[in-house]
């Protein structure tokens, strides 16, 4: 196989889609993550809470495939509202510290319409690099 599927124990399932697949070099590859816990169910209904929850899903992805947050090399924002963005900006900097440290990868942010949960403010998604143990 040149992949595992990645799904952090004691989530609901995912349906059409995996969490993570992580390949045999160690690359994860994680999908879009919104504010919603383990269970599906939205944790906040504004835009930082709903940042924090995703980029604690992001986290809890890496860890279940042996990782930790410092080895995400790469997030990509999916925002419905700039201008709330903008307007938090302090906000979502203390919250993104809270989850991920000072460990900062590389970034972009996409304005969108919509997305596909309809409550859903923004969406993350991620890639990280796991050091795969070599076997003897």
């Known amino acids: 196989m040149t ?31 919104i504010g919603w816990d383990g269970a599906q169910r939205f944790v906040a209904s504004d835009f930082v809470g709903q940042m924090r929850q995703a980029l604690a899903n992001i986290v809890a992805i890496v860890e279940a495939a042996g990782g930790q947050a410092c080895d995400i090399t790469r997030l990509t924002w ?33 304005v969108v319409a919509g997305l596909v949960e309809d409550a859903a403010l923004l969406e993350i998604e991620a890639t990280a690099h796991i050091a795969m143990q070599k076997s003897d």
Do not use: C
């Not at 900097?93 to 970034?107: I, L, T």
């Open 78 to 110: 999916f925002v419905i509202d700039k201008r709330e963005y903008l307007a938090r900006q302090a906000e979502v900097g203390r919250a993104y510290r809270e989850v991920m440290g000072k460990h900062f990868p590389a970034m972009s942010m996409v």
């Open 3 to 33: 992949h595992t599927t990645i799904h952090p124990q004691g989530w609901l399932p995912a349906k059409g889609y995996a969490n993570g697949v992580l390949t045999r070099d160690g690359v994860l590859h994680i999908g879009g993550q």
